[in-house]
């Protein structure tokens, strides 16, 4: 999850140096080596668009930890129609 990639010569040594920033841990998703965020991408509805989804783990309702999709139901039903029929009756 890097959020910004910077180059330049920081050191003023000659040759370029890589400043990365990333998410932290200062995010509502608490990603962890335990909790990982999953990103899955493809074209579920076969309507030859690529359908990107975020998932985040979480405790569910007997206190395991599980995998939920972190996007509201808005749009994913807005963004696949196989997920509309399947989910949304």
């Known amino acids: 999850m890097w959020r910004a ?3 330049g010569d920081l ?7 890589i400043l990365l920033g990333n998410f932290g841990k200062n995010n509502s998703y608490s990603i962890s080596p335990k909790t990982p965020l999953y990103l899955t991408s493809k074209d579920i509805d076969q309507n030859g668009n690529i359908d990107p989804i975020i998932f985040t783990s979480q405790k569910n309702e007997g206190g395991i930890t599980d995998v939920f999709p972190i ?7 807005q963004q696949s129609p ?6 949304w009756k």
């Open 71 to 77: 996007q509201f139901w808005d749009n994913l039903v």
């Open 82 to 87: 196989l997920i509309r029929k399947e989910f």
């Open 11 to 17: 050191d003023q040594d000659g040759d370029p140096d």
């Open 5 to 7: 990639v910077e180059i």
